[in-house]
C-alpha cells in the first residue's frame, strides 16, 4: 500500500515538475522570440525596402508586401478548389471516391514543404522560364487547398440534416440547398478555416526558395520576382552581419503579429459558431 | 404536365449542373494532384535512377565532383533526426498533457494550451531563427563540454560550432511538442470522469488511475500523435536546414554536421548544375514524398479508427 | 445565419484574382528589370553597382547570391538575364549550355584566408600550410609549421576548425585551383572544382555563410572574399605568392595579379601569377550571358536593356570598385571585355 502511495508522489512531482519547467521554458522562448524581434522596429523598418550593401539602415516593406500579395493570391487560387472539394465530399460522404478524395488531401496536406517547391520549380518556373511570385502562389495553393478542403466538409457535416431535409422537402434543388442552407450556416467556420490555412501558408518559406527568387525592391507585379517575409529572414539570418540579423528578428515578429491576427480573427469566428450551436 | 421549362427552371438546372461539376472538377483536382506530383517526381528523378538503380538507397557517398550520388547519409540523417527528435518529444509531451489533464489548476489549462499552440504554430523559418541564434551556442557548449568530460578530441572540434544533428534533434523535439502535447491532452480530456472516479473508488491512488485508467484509455490517440508527429518531423524543412549544418558525409556521432532529404535540397537544388545532379536531388524530394504519404496515411488511419 | 465576414472575404479573394490575373498576362518581362543569380564573391560590389545604376537609370536589376553553381544553373534554365559566376564555364559546361556563352569579367576580387582566433593575430601562411590545413594534415594552431612562420605570434593550442562551402561556389573554384596550383597532394587526392568532397571541415552557405561561421567559432579558418572579412573586422592571413613574397590581399596586389596576358574570351585563372607584389589568390569573376539573345521570346529591348547594364559596368561601374576593395580591371581586360559585349547579338545583328 504505501508503495503505491510513494510512487503517486514521486511520479507526482516528477510529472509535474518537469511539465512545470517544460512550460517554463516554452515561455521563455516566446517571450525571446518576440522581445528580440520588438526591439527594434522603426518607421523606417516598415516603410523602407533593404539598403545597398554597406548601407545601414533600410527596411522590410517589399516583403510586407510579398507576403500579402502572395499570400493572399494563394488563397484566391486555393479557395475555390478547396470549398468546392469540401462540399463534394460532405454531399457524397460514404461514397468511395469522396473516400479517396478525403484519403488524397490528408495525404498532400503532409507533403514536406520542400518537395512542394520543387514542384513548382519543375511545373512553373523552369517551363516559362521565370521566377514569378505566381509560381510561389500556385505552390502555396498546393497546401492551402487541402487544409481549407477538410476544415470546409468538417463544417459542413455539422449543418443539422433537419434544415437541409426540409429544404428539400419544400422542393428546392441540390445546388440550393448547398448554397442557401448547407454554404450560408457553415460560412463562419469555412471563413475560419480559410484564415487559418491562410495563417499557415503566410509562413511558409520552402515552398518560396524556388519560386519567388525574391527581390530588393518594391514588387506590385505577380509576373515578376518577388520578396517574402519567410524568404527575407531566411537570407537576413545567414548573414554575418548583426544588422540584418537583427533586422531578421524584426521581420520575424512582422511575421508572428501577421499571422496571429489572421488566427485571432478565424478563433473569434469560430466560437461564433460554436456559440450558436 | 410536360416538357417546356420555365426559365427558372432552366437556370437553376444550370446552376445544378455547375455546382455539381465544381465540386467533381475540384474533387478530381486533388486527386490528380497527388497523381501528378508522384509522376512529375518520378520522371524527373529518371536520370539518377536509372544510372544508380536502388543502389541509390544505400550508396554513402554524395560527390558532385564526381558525380556520384547515393542517399544514404541523407536517409540516416532524416531517421536520427525524425526519431530522436520523436523519442526526445513525446515522453515531454505526454508529461505536460498528463499535468494539464490530471494536475493543473483548472484555471491555467486553458491559457498554457494557448501559449503552447502559439509555439506550435509559429513558423519553420523562426525557429531556425531563434535555433541559429540561441540553440546553436547553447548546444556548443554543452558538446564542447561533453567533448572535455569524455576526453574525446574529436567531439570537442565537432561540437566547436553547435550546428549537427544533436542541434536538429532538440529544435525538432521543440516543434513537434506543441502538437503533440495538445492532441494528447484533448483525448486526455475525454476520458469518461466516471472510470477516474471508479478507480480512486477503489482505493488506487491518483498516479495509479493515470497509469492504469487513462494512459491505456488514449493509447491509441497516443500512437496516432506520436505518428503524425514523426510525419511532421521528417518532412521539416528550414529550421532543420538552418542548424543541422549541411554534412554530405555520413555523420559520426550526433555532433556532427549532417543533412536530411530536406535539408539537401533546400541547400542545393538551385545550384545543381548536371543533369545527373539535378535529378539526384529529385530523387531525393521522391524519397521524401513517399515516406511522408506512408506515414500520413498511417497515422490518419490509426486517429480515425479510435473514433470508430 | 447570415455571416458578414464571409461574403467580404470572399470579395477580397475575387479582387486578389482578378489582381493577379491582370499581372500575370504572360512573361511580363519589360526593360525596367533584370534578373540576374550567381555568386556571392561579388555580391557587395554588384549591390552598390545597382542601386547606383538604379538611381542613374530608373532600371531594376534583381540579383540574388545564391553561388556560382546557381547563376550557371539559373543561366541555363533561362530563369534569369544573366548569370554571375567566378568560376568560368568549362568546354563540358559549355557544351551543355547549347549555345555560346560570354564571359563578362567585372573586377578582380582576392580570395582570403580569414581566422578566428583571440587578439586577431596577423598571421604568415604558404601554400604548404594552407594545403596541409585543408587536407587535415594540420590540425592544430600551434602546428610546427605554422609557428615557423610566424615567431612573433604566440599561437594557441587549439585545434583548427575547418569552414569550407558547402554549395557550389566560385569562390571554392578559385581556392581549390590555387591548392591544386600549389600543393600536388592536393592536385590528386581532392581535385579543383565549384563543389569538392573535402577531406575535413564545415560547410556554410555562401560567402556569408562561411564568414558568419567563422567569427561565430574561435579557432576557426575559411576562405572568403576579401570584403566579407573587411567588414566583419576579421583578420586575414598574409600569403607567400609565386615570387617568394609575402602578399597581403587589397587592391594593389589584385591587380597586380592580373597584370598577364589575358585570352580573348577571358576564361582565365587569377591565381598564383608570377608577378613580384601579386597576391596569390586573385580572380576574375564574371557576368555570363548568352551571345545571341534572342531566345524564350526575349525582346530587342531587353537585348539592349543588358548590353548597355555591360556597357557601363565595364565603364562607369568601375569606379565602385575600389571602394569596397575589388580591384578596377585592368585596361587590356576591359578592352577585350567591351569586344566581347559588342559581339551580342539579336538575331544575329548587332544590338544598338
Not at chain 1, 507533403?111 to 521566377?131: D, L, N
Not at chain 1, 499557415?200 to 506590385?220: C, D, M, Q, V
Not at chain 3, 576548425?161 to 591544386?180: A, E, K, M
Amino acid at each position: 500500500m504505501s508503495w503505491r502511495k510513494v510512487k503517486n508522489s514521486v511520479m507526482g512531482l516528477v510529472v509535474a515538475g518537469s511539465a512545470v519547467l517544460l512550460i517554463l521554458v516554452l515561455a521563455v522562448i516566446l517571450w525571446h522570440i518576440f522581445s528580440s524581434g520588438a526591439r527594434y522596429l522603426s518607421w523606417d523598418f516598415f516603410t523602407k525596402p533593404p539598403a545597398p550593401f554597406g548601407e545601414e539602415g533600410g527596411g522590410v516593406v517589399n516583403s510586407i508586401i510579398g507576403t500579402f500579395l502572395i499570400t493572399i493570391v494563394a488563397a484566391a487560387i486555393g479557395t475555390p478548389f478547396g470549398i468546392f472539394a469540401g462540399i463534394y465530399v460532405s454531399e457524397h460522404r460514404g461514397q468511395r471516391f469522396a473516400d479517396i478524395v478525403r484519403l488524397c488531401a490528408d495525404a498532400l496536406q503532409g507533403i514536406p514543404s520542400i518537395v512542394i517547391g520543387i514542384f513548382g520549380y519543375t511545373f512553373i518556373v523552369a517551363r516559362f522560364r521565370s521566377y514569378s511570385a505566381v509560381a510561389a502562389s500556385i505552390s502555396l495553393a498546393f497546401m492551402f487547398v487541402p487544409t481549407t478542403a477538410r476544415v470546409t466538409e468538417e463544417v459542413l457535416n455539422l449543418v443539422p440534416s433537419g434544415l437541409k431535409e426540409a429544404a428539400y422537402a419544400l422542393g428546392a434543388r441540390q445546388s440550393s440547398v448547398i448554397w442557401n442552407i448547407s454554404i450560408k450556416t457553415a460560412a463562419t467556420g469555412i471563413t475560419s478555416g480559410l484564415l487559418t490555412s491562410m495563417s499557415r501558408i503566410a509562413g511558409e518559406t520552402a515552398p518560396l526558395l524556388f519560386t519567388a527568387f525574391g527581390s530588393r525592391y518594391i514588387e506590385w507585379n505577380m509576373a515578376r520576382p518577388m520578396s517574402a517575409l519567410p524568404l527575407q529572414i531566411y537570407i537576413y539570418a545567414s548573414s554575418p552581419y548583426p544588422s540584418l540579423q537583427q533586422q531578421a528578428w524584426s521581420a520575424a515578429f512582422v511575421l508572428v503579429l501577421l499571422i496571429l491576427v489572421l488566427q485571432y480573427v478565424s478563433r473569434k469566428l469560430i466560437s461564433r459558431v460554436l456559440r450558436v450551436k | 404536365m410536360t416538357a417546356q421549362l420555365s426559365p427558372k427552371d432552366r437556370q437553376e438546372r444550370v446552376r445544378e449542373r455547375a455546382f455539381t461539376t465544381a465540386g467533381l472538377i475540384a474533387a478530381v483536382t486533388l486527386v490528380a494532384t497527388i497523381a501528378i506530383f508522384l509522376v512529375d517526381l518520378t520522371i524527373s528523378s529518371r536520370g539518377s535512377r536509372s544510372t544508380f538503380g536502388w543502389s541509390f538507397l544505400w550508396h554513402t557517398d554524395w560527390n558532385p565532383v564526381t558525380e556520384e550520388f547515393g542517399a544514404l547519409p541523407m536517409i540516416v540523417g532524416t531517421l536520427i533526426t525524425g526519431f530522436g527528435s520523436l523519442l526526445l518529444a513525446t515522453p515531454l509531451a505526454l508529461g505536460i498533457a498528463i499535468f494539464l489533464a490530471d494536475y493543473a489548476h483548472r484555471r491555467i489549462v486553458e491559457p498554457v494550451k494557448y501559449l503552447i499552440g502559439l509555439l506550435g504554430g509559429l513558423p519553420s523559418v523562426i525557429f531556425g531563427l531563434w535555433g541559429l541564434f540561441v540553440l546553436v551556442p547553447l548546444i556548443s557548449k554543452f558538446e564542447v563540454w561533453f567533448g572535455h568530460a569524455v576526453g574525446s578530441e574529436t567531439l570537442v572540434t565537432a561540437g566547436t560550432t553547435g550546428v549537427g544533428l544533436l542541434a536538429s534533434i532538440v529544435l525538432l523535439a521543440l516543434m513537434i511538442l506543441p502538437y503533440s502535447a495538445s492532441l494528447i491532452l484533448d483525448s486526455l480530456l475525454v476520458v469518461p470522469n466516471e472510470l477516474r472516479e471508479g478507480s480512486l473508488a477503489l482505493g488506487a491512488t491518483k498516479w495509479d488511475t493515470i497509469q492504469n485508467v487513462e494512459l491505456p484509455y488514449i493509447r491509441r490517440s497516443t500512437v496516432g500523435a506520436v505518428v503524425l508527429s514523426l510525419g511532421r518531423a521528417l518532412g521539416e524543412t528550414m529550421a532543420v536546414t538552418m542548424v543541422i549544418g549541411n554534412g554530405m558525409k555520413m555523420p559520426g556521432s550526433l555532433f556532427d554536421p549532417a543533412n536530411t532529404l530536406a535539408s539537401a535540397i533546400a541547400n542545393q537544388f538551385l545550384e545543381a548544375t548536371s543533369p545527373l545532379y539535378v535529378s539526384s536531388l529529385i530523387e531525393l524530394a521522391l524519397i521524401l514524398f513517399c515516406i511522408s504519404i506512408i506515414i500520413n496515411i498511417a497515422a490518419r488511419a490509426i486517429l480515425r479508427k479510435r473514433t470508430q | 445565419m447570415r455571416n458578414r465576414h464571409f461574403p467580404a472575404l470572399l470579395a477580397l479573394l475575387v479582387a486578389a484574382a482578378v489582381l493577379s490575373g491582370c499581372g500575370a498576362q504572360g512573361r511580363d518581362k519589360t526593360a525596367e528589370e533584370i534578373t540576374g543569380a550567381g555568386a556571392t564573391f561579388p555580391y557587395p560590389l554588384y549591390s552598390r553597382m545597382f542601386h547606383l545604376y538604379d538611381q542613374k537609370t530608373g532600371v531594376r536589376v534583381n540579383y540574388q547570391g545564391i553561388g556560382s553553381g546557381g547563376g550557371i544553373r539559373a543561366l541555363m534554365d533561362k530563369t534569369v538575364d544573366f548569370g554571375a559566376s567566378d568560376a568560368f564555364l568549362t568546354d563540358d559546361e559549355l557544351g551543355a549550355m547549347g549555345a555560346p556563352v560570354l564571359h563578362i569579367p567585372t573586377c578582380v576580387g582576392a580570395v582570403v584566408l580569414s581566422y578566428n582566433l583571440d587578439g586577431k593575430p596577423a598571421l604568415r601562411m604558404d601554400a604548404t600550410t594552407v594545403a596541409g590545413i585543408f587536407l587535415g594534415t594540420i590540425t592544430r594552431w600551434n602546428d610546427p609549421a605554422l609557428v615557423a612562420l610566424n615567431p612573433d605570434t604566440t599561437l594557441p593550442d587549439l585545434a583548427i576548425t575547418v569552414i569550407h562551402r558547402s554549395d557550389g561556389s566560385g569562390t571554392t573554384s578559385i581556392f581549390t585551383s590555387y591548392l591544386s596550383a600549389v600543393s600536388p597532394a592536393w592536385k590528386t587526392e581532392v581535385g579543383a572544382g565549384k563543389s569538392v568532397s573535402w577531406p575535413v571541415g564545415l560547410g556554410g552557405k555562401g560567402n556569408d555563410g562561411v564568414a558568419g561561421m567563422i567569427s561565430q567559432a574561435t579557432g576557426s579558418i575559411g576562405y572568403i572574399e576579401l570584403v566579407y572579412a573587411t567588414k566583419n573586422d576579421m583578420p586575414v592571413a598574409t600569403l607567400r605568392n609565386a615570387a617568394g613574397s609575402f602578399v597581403t590581399p587589397g587592391l594593389a596586389s589584385s591587380a597586380a595579379a592580373a597584370d598577364i596576358e589575358l585570352p580573348d574570351d577571358l576564361r582565365v585563372l587569377l591565381v598564383d601569377t608570377p608577378a613580384a607584389n601579386a597576391y596569390p589568390i586573385s580572380a576574375f569573376t564574371w557576368i555570363l550571358v548568352y551571345r545571341e539573345q534572342n531566345y524564350d521570346g526575349r525582346t530587342l529591348a531587353q537585348a539592349q536593356a543588358l548590353k548597355d547594364l555591360l556597357v557601363w559596368m565595364l565603364s562607369d561601374g568601375q569606379s565602385v570598385n575600389e571602394g569596397l576593395a575589388y580591384a578596377r580591371l585592368p585596361a587590356a581586360a576591359i578592352a577585350k571585355s567591351m569586344k566581347l559585349v559588342d559581339s551580342m547579338t539579336y538575331d544575329g545583328a548587332a544590338i544598338p
